[in-house]
């Protein structure tokens, strides 16, 4: 049966909620290898937090430019390339004792996800036709990734050691397979139009800016907490690898949660208000994870989870609204360059640990959602959100239809 012009269409929804669970569970596998590395190498704090940091330069730098790339071109195959790549520098990573090697084996599977994320957006959009719970479900598909990925890895290296990487690449390699053949021929994904609204007044850069601003500061927290939060547990609660790992499950897993309350709430109060809201309580949040004793410390990460995964999926969504012409530019953007850059962040952090103590470091994050606040106080809703009509998106690719001027953004 056809699918309403205005109804998400759930098979492709949920097509690609799997491939960005496979792709982001290489981001996610990132900070679950460090406490392993840490482990079996001897690392010092800063070279562990300079691995983050592989994980996100050559994606920051590289993400612009594909975000550019699909807003004038069709480049579906960028989603099954980008998380083989992805997979790929993971598997590569914990081959031989080089540290430069496992660095650009890491950054090799930044470049990947950088690859993925702003086509992947912009097709996600299209099949969720203005949808914010739809968009949480593609979004909470990259939290089930970070969330499944200490499990994966502590299960493989527990069992082959750090040298047990490359059996990590597999996932990806079958899943690029899978969304190959989905996107051959699919009119969905051959389409120029991007899923957004007709335009309504021009781009609103300065909204945008301070939009970035926002989620620059929650994914220095989020990147921060990736890097060091199994070590901070372990020294907290004088425990083992095992639990350090258990918190970042559970960091990750309340988080994908999170990320579908925030969908559904948003289409009650708003995107910007519930964005505001977030990043208000995310203050007292980390203050109770920097301070909690014992067990209770596990109460505090789940707190600050959901306060920082609430609007994960409203950054896509509100960037793309607030660029209505460039919606490749505001995902790789919102989706990737901003949360990217977060990771440079982590070496000060690194830095700090080593001089003062990681608990220090922690306590430094307490001020990226003070930013974040203030930030998201002067965000309100994007103009081309009220009473712009939804543009045609799924032009079938057979009879060559072009997009409308007005669907394209040209």
């Known amino acids: 049966m056809e699918q309403p012009a205005d109804q998400p269409s759930p098979r492709l929804v949920w097509l690609l909620s799997a491939g960005h669970t496979v792709d982001d569970l290489y981001q996610g596998a990132v900070p679950a290898l460090i406490p392993f590395f840490v482990a079996a190498r001897h690392w010092d704090y800063a070279a562990a937090s300079g691995i983050t940091v592989a994980a996100t330069l050559l994606s920051s730098v590289v993400q612009p430019v594909f975000g550019v790339l699909t807003d004038r071109l069709r480049l579906p195959w960028l989603v099954p390339l980008g998380m083989s790549v992805a997979g790929a520098g993971v ?3 914990g081959l ?6 496992t660095w650009l ?4 599977s930044g470049l990947g996800v950088a690859a993925y994320h702003p086509e992947s957006a912009r097709l996600a959009r299209a099949v969720a036709r203005g949808s914010h719970v739809a968009m949480s479900w593609f979004s909470v598909g990259g939290n089930l990734g970070f969330a499944l990925a200490p499990l994966i890895v502590a299960a493989m290296l527990g069992a082959l050691g750090t040298g047990g990487t490359l059996p990590l690449a597999i ?3 079958i899943c690029a397979v899978i969304t190959l053949r989905a996107l051959r021929g699919a009119a969905w994904a051959n389409t120029g139009a991007t899923g957004r609204r007709v335009r309504d007044g021009s781009d609103e850069w300065g909204q945008f800016l301070k939009l970035t601003v926002a989620v620059v500061a929650r994914s220095v927290v989020t990147f921060g907490l990736g890097t060091f939060l199994a070590l901070y547990v372990e020294q907290r609660l004088h425990a083992g690898t095992a639990v350090g790992e258990t918190a970042l499950v559970v960091f990750y897993g309340v988080g994908a949660l999170g990320t579908i309350v925030g969908g559904r709430l948003a289409e009650r109060i708003g995107r910007v208000r519930l964005v505001r809201v977030s990043y208000l ?3 007292p949040a980390l203050v109770a994870l920097w301070a909690a004793p014992g067990a209770a410390i596990f109460v505090a990460i789940i707190a600050t989870a959901i306060v920082f995964y609430v609007p994960f999926s409203l950054h896509v969504t509100l960037g ?3 660029l209505p012409s460039r919606f490749g530019t505001a995902s790789g953007v919102t989706l990737g360059l901003a949360v990217s850059v977060g990771g440079l962040a982590a070496p000060v952090l690194g830095v700090i640990a080593d ?7 922690m306590a430094a994050l307490i001020v990226m959602p003070v930013v974040a606040t203030i930030a998201g ?7 081309s959100a009220g009473g712009a009509r939804p543009a045609p998106v799924l032009a079938p690719a057979a009879t060559g239809a072009s997009p409308s001027p007005s669907a394209s953004g040209s």
């Open 281 to 283: 309580l995310g203050i």
């Open 91 to 93: 598997g590569l990573s």
């Open 355 to 361: 001089h003062v103590g990681l608990r220090a470091a």
């Open 105 to 108: 084996a890491i950054a090799l």
């Open 377 to 383: 106080l002067r965000l309100r809703e994007p103009r």
């Open 96 to 101: 031989g004792h080089s540290y430069v090697l």
């Open 320 to 322: 793309q609204d607030y």
């Open 171 to 173: 996932p990806a390699l």
